[in-house]
């Protein structure tokens, strides 16, 4: 009986020491660092650097729906929003997927909180929450491209009114 705790705690020790395989993939912390990049390149209003990973042919469907293809109209776009009905907004991001379906392609969804909008509220037809936020959930597949992640897919939804979220602070 003795032995048998013994192993059984230096199993959980083992278990719960050894880094997780997320953290040892360099695929896995090159996205996890596109996407705080995303979130720090949003909160400084910087549309170039949160465009930087976007791919050439991307495609991307924003809160309103409208769609766009390439990296130049995401890059503008977003000049566009960070000048305008976003300047000055704080982005927080949660990851609630993050799977590989192969070695050159992932699949990120995260909920986003964006706050701080202007003392005119939010831009119209966007709902947010009691204390101000806008929830969205971002959609986002990155392939490896030449050695580099990149967005190849960005499809961002708001959520509506009766949509259940995770409570965030």
């Given at each position: 009986?003795?032995?048998?705790?013994?192993?059984?705690?230096?199993?959980?020790?083992?278990?719960?020491?050894?880094?997780?395989k997320?953290?040892?993939?360099?695929?896995?912390?090159?996205?996890?660092?596109?996407?705080?990049?995303?979130?720090?390149?949003?909160?400084?209003?910087?549309?170039?650097?949160?465009?930087?990973?976007?791919?050439?042919?991307?495609?991307?469907?924003?809160?309103?729906?409208?769609?766009?293809?390439?990296?130049?109209?995401?890059?503008?776009?977003?000049?566009?929003?960070?000048?305008?009905?976003?300047?000055?907004t704080?982005?927080?991001?949660?990851?609630?997927?993050?799977?590989?379906?192969?070695?050159d392609?992932?699949?990120?969804?995260?909920?986003?909180?964006i706050?701080?909008?202007?003392?005119?509220?939010s831009?119209?037809?966007?709902?947010?929450?009691?204390?101000?936020r806008?929830?969205?959930?971002?959609?986002?597949?990155?392939?490896?491209?030449?050695?580099?992640?990149?967005?190849?897919?960005?499809?961002?939804?708001?959520?509506?009114?009766?949509?259940?979220?995770?409570?965030?602070?």
């Amino acid at each position: 009986m003795k032995h048998l705790l013994i192993i059984t705690v230096t199993s959980l020790v083992m278990l719960f020491a050894t880094p997780t395989k997320a953290q040892q993939n360099p695929d896995s912390l090159a996205i996890q660092t596109i996407l705080q990049e995303e979130v720090s390149s949003w909160n400084g209003g910087d549309a170039q650097t949160y465009s930087k990973h976007f791919a050439e042919n991307g495609t991307f469907t924003n809160i309103r729906g409208m769609f766009f293809t390439g990296h130049q109209q995401f890059l503008e776009r977003h000049v566009e929003i960070f000048k305008g009905m976003f300047a000055k907004t704080v982005l927080q991001q949660d990851v609630v997927s993050f799977r590989f379906l192969s070695k050159d392609v992932a699949i990120v969804e995260t909920l986003t909180w964006i706050t701080g909008f202007s003392k005119n509220g939010s831009p119209k037809a966007i709902h947010v929450d009691s204390k101000g936020r806008l929830h969205t959930r971002l959609l986002q597949v990155l392939q490896k491209q030449a050695g580099d992640w990149k967005i190849v897919v960005y499809h961002n939804v708001d959520l509506k009114p009766d949509t259940p979220v995770p409570a965030h602070q």
